[in-house]
């Protein structure tokens, strides 16, 4: 675990509010984020975010410092996204917002091309369409940047299942896209039949 | 960049949801902290209890306690350890084509080879180191299960009478015995049953048996004598111990797994019936010291697959399973050879229901092919061409009919039919649109042609009949159905009811598959099969007395035998199981392309296309396999006490 939030960490176990606001200031928005993209909307993402780190203040002088804070962190608030879902009258199914409209573009990256943009707002669209099992590994390892061995420690199942569902998640995906990429383009994806010349 | 990289790389950059104004404010406001008293490490504690001194009397205690203790547990660390190091593929064998990652291929006792059933109906053993593979043998019944005997010397398995596509392709001849050095085959059994295990003295064979009911009575048989022992009339997986004096089953009874184990003569019979889950697939360690059992168990949200041991000595359970490796949802195992390895197959199978625009005027393709769904089954056009109905198992396990937009594949509604507990391939929707008709299982197994009202999901059991029915189809006036049973067509008067048969093989290789009634109403075409090929469809007339031929290619291996006829009835559409769709005349011009479908990924394989009751489209299935097949070795502890 990095130096600094281990020193955070261990000054937040004392009382220390400034270092509590410290890994705060650190971990919030990625949090945040986990979860908006995860619940659908904005509002149940900041009570959840508030929950997530009530219960980390609540329970830190558990947290041994075995695995890194972040892991915890992360735990704590997919568990507490996974309770928030029990408790909704709908059940197992939630209808989620497309959180990528929130999202102003200012360094779109490898996405600068709108054709790119659209496609990533139909990966985005698919992601969530997922199972369950496959949504979280997605968002944890590509939306979080975790590692595998940090995605199965916060999901508690081994980094060998994690790989398999992330496997089964791109399979879909890319299942999806090639589908959908195959739309526009006629000429080149309309079958010919043997012999013949398009 | 290939697809999956783009992927990756488009997940990687997804934009990150910004943080609300004022939430680091609240959130800083609840942050409420109260102080966790410092500790010292436990070591400290144990070794210094009063703060000040290190106790002697306490470290002579800790060294004691690594004597005893904890290097024999090192001792079991590296053992976990060597596990994991000697967990190896078998790239050889995950290139080979096995159906679905089926359950039936085996591993030969010394390891090096592997055998198993592939789809082209042949019997392959691959080199495990090599990867070479040879073929020992064609016309074996695919995906059924291959026993090696225990000397390594013959393969058992089942010859092939039939084909898969009719009966769900139970119809095996004989169970043979090919010896893997001269090739020669030899029969086992006649009447044969679904081998699963073969005694080391050769004389036993332990299987399955499907009974009138359509329940897997474990069964063993006497080869010399063909004395048939019954032991569950319902059960699964009777396996030897590695002496053949003892056997394992599992039944299962009001939700429970009763895990057995009997010696083979008889004399006694004892059951572990605590398991808090499911039990599968027991198999006995090589040492006959343990069976390892695939356990499955509810978890809060989801359900657990666990491998599990429990300790065997003589014809006693002793203790408690063990669970071993956890997290085994993804992998089926086949067996154990006496080296010690266990063989295992993991992967998934992809696919969906997809349609391709056709050109009515020329049956040649008019666009790419778009998934409509992913997964699905059985599935049927609606009379006006604008919907498809799916059967689709929901998750609590209740049959339903899905019906989707043919145009752009959205789900429109879902018709439960609890009724309905399996369907049978080739489902059809009546000329008005009021009915689906599908072979079928219901409640009370009770089998034969079903009628479903499409408003209401009413079910009604038009024809009673011992076994489900296939490939059902209406005929233009809505009046009569026919449907492929018994290797024959058969027809049935929408009104009475009554079955007849129509078409009936009379050669003991051949068969009258997938019925379609042609578009005049006077006669169905079907698929013939000599063999597993099908190279002509004919049609017979309704009442049974003329025969003549629809369609005929030159190429056998333009296999027809999984068809569809256009509305016009000028030409089908058929697949022969690869990733290419073709068309062929039935004015007796040449066969063609119609689609290739390789550009959906490399393991792709069409089947089912059915032309939309417009001849504007043809809809199809879509499989897609990825499975890889590995070894372990044996993990286990080993006992004196063998069962040897």
Redesign the interface.
Known sequence: MDRRIKDLCKR??????NA??EL??IY??DI??YL??LCGN?QD??DL??QT??KV??S??SFTGRSEFSTWLYRIAHNTY?DWR?GRPDGARNYPDP??G????TDP???ADAA?RQ??QR??EA?DQLDD?QKHV?HLH??Q?LSIRQTARVLN??T??IK?RLR?A??????????GE??P??AR??????GETT | MN??ER??????????????VG??D???K???????G?QRSALRRFFVPSGERVSLWRVAAAAAITIAVLLPLSYGATKLIRRFSTISQLPGVSKAKFPWGYDGAALSPDGKHFAGTTMSFELVVIDTSTGEQRKLAENCFWGTPVVWSADGSEIAYLSRRGDWHTDMGRQPSSLLALSFKSGKTRILMQDPLWPEDWSSDGKLILGERMSKEGLGAAVMVNLETKEETVLAKEGASPRFSPNTRYLSHVTKEANRSILHLRRVDGTSHVQYTDFPGTIDKPLWSPDGTYVVFVGTQMGI??RHKDLWTLRVEGDRFIGLPLPVI??VE?MQFFNWSQNGQLAYV?G?Q?G?VYT?PVDARTG????????LM?GGNQCCWSPDGKQIAFWQKQEGGEGAFVFVSASNGETMRTLSVAEITGVSPGMSWSPDGRLIACGGTAKQKRRGVFLITVETGDVRLLAPLEKAPNSLTWSPDGKTIAYGQNNGVYVVNVEDGKPRQIASPTEKEEIFNRPVFVPDGGSVAYAHLKGPDCDAVLATTIDGKTTREVCHVKDTKLNMRVFSLSPDGRRIVFTPGDEK?WCAPTDGGEP??????S???ETVFAWAAEWSPKGDAISFGVG?Q?YQYWVMENFLPVTEAGGR
Request: aromatic share 10%; hydrophobic share 45%; glycine share 6%.
């Open positions: 937040a176990k004392s009382a220390d509010k509590a606001c705060l200031e919030h928005a945040f984020a908006r993209r904005r993402a900041e975010t508030q780190f009530f203040w609540s830190l002088g996974i029990r959180w990528w929130e999202c102003v573009d990256g490898p996405l790119d496609m990533a990966l985005y992601v099992d997605v590509y939306y940047q199942v081994a060998s299942t398999y089964e791109l399979g879909i995906l890319r299942t999806t896209l090639r589908v195959h739309e383009d006629v994806a309309t079958p010919v039949a043997k | 697809m999956n992927i990756e790389q488009y997940l990687g950059a997804a934009p990150k949801p910004p943080s609300p939430l680091m609240m959130l800083r609840d942050v409420i902290l109260r102080e966790v410092t949200d989801r956890p997290n993804q993991t998934f992809l969906g391709l040649k393709a008019g666009g790419p092919p778009r998934q992913l769709i063609f392309l119609m689609a290739d479908i550009e959906l990924g897609r990825e």
